[in-house]
């Protein structure tokens, strides 16, 4: 006797347009989330070693000044990425009309659109969130240092985080989807780099990803909120004691 069984399949397994996506969305993460992090903690550890900053303090709110620099940062980012952004889409109306290139391209066109509307649901969102609460651990990392040469290596646990939630999400391209990573999925700072990716392979849905979403934004809320208030009480910390000794002085004055 011969039986078949049938299963229905959605193609994923190994589809080109997952995998381009893949790698463009977690590459793009890890490359803002280093890059800015290391950015800020020395941009506000500089500020910190000079004298400026007890003007500024005396003149206006320190929480408002910590609200301003973060803004500023972020209006550096966003400039960054539209220029990369209307780079590529210059390309790509661009290409139609290249000759040699607008055969290639028009066959692909189809897989591009995908990859493209892949990269503006989910992951654009998550990669924001990340980008929010990375950076605002990087101020408060840059003002736990008395010497901007040591900003790098107050962010340390910053960058170490990132890393590891870069290897993970590469990790999940040939893993499935283990339990561990269901968990982690829902942890802020790592669930920015493995949720997208399991919602790209169909294993969590839109609200298990909505979810997660609003737990990472419940931990910018709360951070942001608690950085503002001892943030001007860091700054003004000039002694070299080191990072964890700054950090007590800042709760306790």
């Known amino acids: 006797d011969f039986k078949q069984t049938i299963k229905q399949s959605d193609g994923s397994a190994d589809n080109p347009v997952q995998e381009i996506t893949f790698f463009i969305l977690i590459f793009l993460l890890y490359f803002l989330v280093l890059t800015y992090v290391q950015v800020t903690a020395q941009d506000i550890a500089t500020e910190k070693g000079t004298k400026m900053m007890e003007v500024i303090f005396s003149s206006m709110p320190g929480?408002?000044?910590?609200?301003?620099?973060?803004?500023?940062?972020?209006?550096?980012?966003?400039?960054?990425?539209?220029?990369?952004?209307?780079?590529?889409a210059g390309c790509y109306y661009a290409a139609p009309y290249i000759g040699g290139v607008s055969d290639s391209f028009n066959k692909f066109k189809p897989m591009i659109d995908q990859v493209v509307g892949n990269l503006l649901s989910w992951g654009l969102l998550f990669t924001v969130l990340a980008l929010v609460l990375f950076i605002i651990f990087a101020a408060f990392c840059g003002a736990l240092t008395a010497k901007s040469e040591?900003?790098?290596?107050?962010?340390?646990?910053?960058?170490?985080?990132?890393?590891v939630g870069f290897l993970i999400a590469i990790n999940l391209q040939s893993a499935g989807d283990p339990i561990w990573a269901k968990i982690l999925s829902y942890v802020p700072f790592l669930s920015s780099f493995i949720m997208p990716m399991r919602v790209l392979k169909g294993n969590a849905t839109g609200f298990e990803a909505g979810i997660s979403a609003v737990a990472a934004l419940l931990a910018i809320v709360i951070s942001f909120m608690w950085i503002r208030r001892i943030y001007p009480k860091l700054i003004l910390q000039t002694d070299d004691l080191g990072p964890w000794q700054n950090f007590k002085r800042g709760l306790l004055n």
């Open 63 to 88: 929480g408002d000044y910590f609200i301003g620099k973060i803004l500023g940062i972020f209006g550096e980012i966003i400039t960054q990425v539209l220029i990369y952004a209307l780079g590529l």
């Open 150 to 163: 040591n900003a790098n290596k107050a962010v340390s646990p910053l960058t170490t985080v990132g890393i």
